[in-house]
Each structure stands twice: as structure tokens, then as C-alpha cells.
């Protein structure tokens, strides 16, 4: 099956994958630009080819509806309430002490319209976990997936948001006037 995939994703849709996928035993994945709804399928099928498989993901806990919620939790969704009285860092948080092996995948920019401020929170849920980011940039100009190395956050969130946000520099998304 593993076989198939490849064939599919590197021959038929002419992606390629850069950098390592052995990714540590928790961290947390950002993915960007996110600019339209393939992203998604992109990124979730360039998993499957990945060394450590079982990276997780948020979404609006409106998705998790019948029946799309039992495909989104077995492709391993996880619902959150983005309305501001909810903790979700404390409840993903929470998850990553729970496990002892747990990575999360999400989007910095929290929506596929182009945006100038990142959401901070994959960033809280990496500081309170002590977990390193790792930055996956979908260019989909070269029809690539660029993995950085791992970054651990330092005590200035100005620098590190800053120093993440400059590996996606020149990356374009399917939409690029939204990159």
C-alpha cells in the first residue's frame, strides 16, 4: 500500500517531501501557507508517507458533525471550541502530558484567507508542553513540502514567532495573492 502512495504522490501529483519526517516523539507541526481546502488533503496524504505517521490535527468543533466527524477522528481530528472563554492550549496541553508519543499539526493562520498576525495558540500549546516547532511550508508553486529542523522556543515570543515566520518566506499556496 505504502508503495501505491508514493507512486501517487511523487509520480502522479509530482510532490516531493523535503527535509526530515523522523520527527521527534512530540512536537508541534505548523503548516502554511493555508490557503485553500486541498491543504488539507496535501497535507493528510503526504502524512501517510511520513516516517511517524500519527500526526494529529485541530478543527473548529463545527466539522465534527455526523458523519464527518467519525472520518475527521479517524484521520486523528481533534474538535476544539475556538470561542474565547475556552482553554483550549490547556486542553491540547493536557493531551500531549497524557501521551507519550503525540504530534500536532495546525495552521498558524488559523484560516485560509491571507492574514498579517499569526494565532498564537500553536505557540502556548508548544511553551506550556516544552515541545519544539517544526515548520512544514506547502509550496505549491514547486510542488513541495519543505520540513524545517526542530525549533525550540526561547522566552521572546517576538524572536521566535518572527524566526518561524521567516522559513515561509517566498512560499506560495494554492491561492498565493492569500500567501
Known sequence: ??????????????????????????????????THWID???????????KKKNVSFIGKKELFKFPLKYFLKWLGGIPVD????????????QIFNQKDTFILGISPEGTRKKVDKWKTGFYYIAKK?????????????NKKIIISKP??????????????????????????EYS
Open 1 to 34: 500500500m505504502i508503495k501505491i502512495r508514493r507512486f501517487i504522490f511523487y509520480k502522479i501529483l509530482n510532490w516531493k517531501i523535503i527535509g526530515d519526517t523522523n520527527f521527534p516523539k512530540k512536537c508541534v507541526i505548523i503548516a502554511a501557507p493555508h
Open 40 to 50: 488539507f488533503f496535501i497535507a493528510i496524504f503526504a502524512r501517510s508517507l511520513f
Open 82 to 93: 475556538r470561542g474565547s472563554y475556552s482553554n483550549t492550549v490547556d486542553s491540547i496541553a
Open 129 to 141: 508542553t516544552k515541545v519544539p516547532v517544526i515548520c512544514a511550508a506547502l509550496d505549491f508553486e
Open 151 to 176: 525549533y525550540q522556543l526561547t522566552e521572546d515570543i517576538d524572536k521566535d514567532i518572527h524566526e518561524l515566520r521567516s522559513f515561509f518566506n517566498g512560499i506560495k499556496g494554492k491561492i498565493p
